[in-house]
T-cell receptor, first 112, second 107 residues
């Protein structure tokens, strides 16, 4: 069966520090992968999605970046965090053509 | 105006009540999704539908493609149904999300 792992669950980082959040999927091949952010009291915002290794689409201009070094690994990074980067980050995967998205447990990031 | 609108934003109910959450969208879609987000933040996909009606336990989802409207119903609501319910639509590999409906069911 397919599973998605996302870590860490919570993270407190100072402004200006780097960020690396990792997401891995097991039990499926060539999934679409997604990074979302949910600010407090807001809806889900798509940050990045990937349809294959090395293929990243950015939805929102920001100081975050994403990489997909392996088929089932998706990494969200930042060189210097801003206060506005605080939020709940979710990774998800789906497989065409069904397109149901399966979400990781999320990472709650607080930038202080 | 958001492409996906949900109503109400907040909903409280007594245990046993019948719940309806509405979703309207303004874009062409291939499917509509209902998701549930629990207080801890985890999100679970409840339904994906492109026509008609689907039922799973006490949950029923309907969609009217012509009217660009969907409803999520919960029969015999229970406190464990308390969560945020999110409507999303897809027409490519991406989902467009509504802002969610926060449901609280009291015993």
């Amino acid at each position: 069966s397919q599973t998605i792992h996302q870590w860490p669950a919570t993270l407190v980082q100072p402004v200006g520090s780097p960020l690396s959040l990792e997401c891995t999927v097991e039990g499926t091949s060539n999934p679409n992968l997604y990074w979302y952010r949910q600010a407090a009291g807001r809806g889900l915002q798509l940050l990045f999605y990937s349809v294959g290794i090395g293929q990243i689409s950015s939805e929102v201009p920001q100081n975050l970046s994403a990489s997909r070094p392996q088929d089932r690994q998706f990494i969200l990074s930042s060189k210097k965090l801003l206060l506005s980067d605080s939020g709940f980050y979710l990774c998800a995967w789906s497989v065409r053509p069904i397109n149901i998205q399966y979400f990781g447990a999320g990472t709650r990031l607080s930038v202080l | 105006k958001n492409e996906v609108e949900q109503s109400p934003q907040n909903l409280t109910a007594q245990e046993g009540e019948f719940i309806t959450i509405n979703c309207s969208y303004s874009v062409g879609i291939s499917a509509l999704h209902w998701l549930q987000q629990h207080p801890g933040g985890g999100i679970v996909s409840l339904f994906m539908l492109s026509s008609g009606k689907k039922k799973h336990g006490r949950l029923i989802a309907t969609i009217n493609i012509q009217e660009k409207h969907s409803s999520l119903h919960i029969t015999a609501s229970h406190p464990r149904d308390s969560a945020v319910y999110i409507c999303a639509v897809s027409n490519t590999d991406k989902l467009i999300f509504g802002t969610g409906t926060r449901l609280q069911v009291f015993p």
